[in-house]
């Protein structure tokens, strides 16, 4: 079971190409969100703070029974999403100074994260429901800054 949830991961980064010569050809994609787990510090920089797509950061622990209950409920609802929203994983073992820097208290601890800031925070095993909830009301307010970012545009030209 664990082999072939490491095999969708790669599916996540893998899209068709064009068809050349009846051949299909397929490319790995950096623009398409993805489940991945944090490498350092500058790679959670990089991947996360300077998305332009909402990343759920989810602060787990390999010791966290919590953490693995949530852990399939978080991957299958981002698959869901179709590439709207990215899901970056965090240990905090590996990694406490991030865990301090975002002052996660307890694990599990997500974090909804967008062009470096902070949207939305949840702590605790939550049932599947309550995280798709939460997930969508993070992609939603994401759509409604933008729109109203492009409404701001709009307004400065004609001014």
């Avoid at 010569?21 to 994609?29: A, F, L």
């Avoid at 998305?51 to 852990?71: M, Q, Y």
């Avoid at 601890?109 to 997930?135: H, Y």
Wanted: charged content about 30%; overall charge negative.
């Amino acid at each position: 079971m664990s082999l072939l949830r490491d095999c969708s991961k790669l599916f996540c980064f893998i899209k068709p190409m064009r068809s050349i010569m009846g051949v299909r050809h397929y490319v790995r994609s950096v623009n398409m969100c993805a489940i991945f787990d944090v490498d350092t510090a500058q790679d959670f920089e990089m991947r996360v703070k300077h998305s332009e797509k909402p990343v759920i950061v989810d602060f787990h622990a390999g010791w966290c029974a919590p953490c693995k209950l949530l852990a399939p409920r978080l991957e299958n609802i981002v698959g869901e999403k179709g590439g709207e929203i990215c899901l970056a994983k965090v240990d905090i073992d590996e990694h406490s100074e991030l865990a301090l820097y975002y002052k996660v208290g307890a694990v599990p601890s997500l974090l909804v994260m967008q062009n470096g800031k902070v949207l939305n925070r949840m702590e605790g095993l939550q049932t599947t429901d309550a995280i798709r909830d939460w997930i969508n009301q993070a992609v939603k307010s994401r759509k409604m800054v933008r729109r109203v970012e492009e409404d701001d545009d709009e307004d400065t030209e004609y001014s």
